[in-house]
């Protein structure tokens, strides 16, 4: 049995007409010999009305609610699409993750995966030449249902094909994984290939290409991953563990640019392990997420700065006053207005002069860096938001992007 996981965006499932559309395209596949196993976002913005909908109702909704509120955009999705499918002569049924069993962990509005029946669905790829399957969501040992947070359904697709051993294949309004935003280089160019090493940097940087979880699992269980659009029959970008060896491997893959960034520095902090790892430690219980760490001692004293994501500055502020409380003559400072810009690409690791070209062109663009975190195949500033586009652009240029 000729197996292939299929994931569907919610732009890709907006309208009646583009469910048909997915329909014909699912349809052309199983006619080339596969069974599809297909996940389904929710249609549109379904699931921010939702989100606006619990809020109207209460300004801190619970968690287990929510979950089972925001899952019904996923059941209306699949509904819709095994109608379509059936409409067109495909044996398809639909199945949400309480059906299929997609278990969780108990964490509502963030479950990971556990397991998948996959016994089960199988036996129901015998009976059918499509199942359709709810992303995003699956359900936990107490028999609630649950969902996997932004970008689930990537999740839940390539879940699925590392149980199944099969590809995967996430569609969506993107034609593939380009070396930048189009829309903020225009000239970006589409990779064909690309490794999940590379897309998991990208990700993680804030280009929203896939689901860093998705890729994780692709990249641990080598499962074969395409990216293309639904909207076009373009041929899109192929994840892969390494490039083709026929293909140069270039020393910078991408670019991104992560907006809505917030820089905090703590001055005048006593130069002590114990109280600066409770910072962070009291940070991470208020579910803050760090970034872009720089510490300088200056003799007993330290000036400490990271990043966190806008939002979260009163609860950073109120956190960090309770965990410094009773110490003199330290200062917190949040400063709004930044954005972070990064180069990314394994080539790096081989390639010396990347960081100094990267400076230069920040200093072109006329930003002051304000934060550098590294790894081996990536470099990251911090840089005040009005230069940010124009800085994405130059590095684009200055690296062939």
Known sequence: MKIVVQK???????????????????????????????????????TDELIDLARSVTEDPDPREMDMLLSTGEQIS?????????????????YNALQIEIKTTDHHTSARIVDINVDRIKRLLKENDVIVVTGFQGVNESGDLTTLGRG?????AVALAVKLSCPCEIYSDVDGIYTCDPRLYPGAKKHKYITYDDVLELTSLGAKVLHSRAVELAKKYSVELYCASSFSEEEGTY??????????????????????????????????QRILSKIFEDVAKANINVD??????????????????????????????STLEG???????ISKGFVKISVVGVGMRSSPGVAARFFKTLSKAGAHVELVTTSEIKISCLIPEEFGEKALRLVAEEFEL
């Open 327 to 333: 110490l003199e003559d330290w200062n917190l400072e």
């Open 152 to 156: 689930g359904s990537d999740t839940s």
């Open 8 to 46: 569907y965006g919610g732009s890709s499932l907006a309208t009646p007409e583009r469910i048909n559309s997915v329909a014909t395209r699912i349809k052309r596949k199983v006619e080339k010999g596969y069974k599809a196993v297909v996940v389904a976002s929710a249609m549109g913005k379904t």
């Open 292 to 321: 872009m760490i720089s510490l300088v001692p200056v003799g007993n004293k330290a000036f400490l700065s990271f990043t966190i994501p806008e939002g979260f500055e009163k609860s950073l502020k109120d956190t960090v006053e």
């Open 78 to 94: 699949v509904a819709l699409l095994a109608m379509a499918l059936k409409d067109k002569g495909v044996k398809a049924r639909s």
């Open 239 to 272: 994840v892969v563990g390494k490039l083709p060896e026929w293909l140069e491997e270039p020393v910078v893959t991408g670019t991104s640019l992560d907006k809505n960034q917030v820089k905090v520095t703590i001055s005048n902090v006593p130069n002590d």
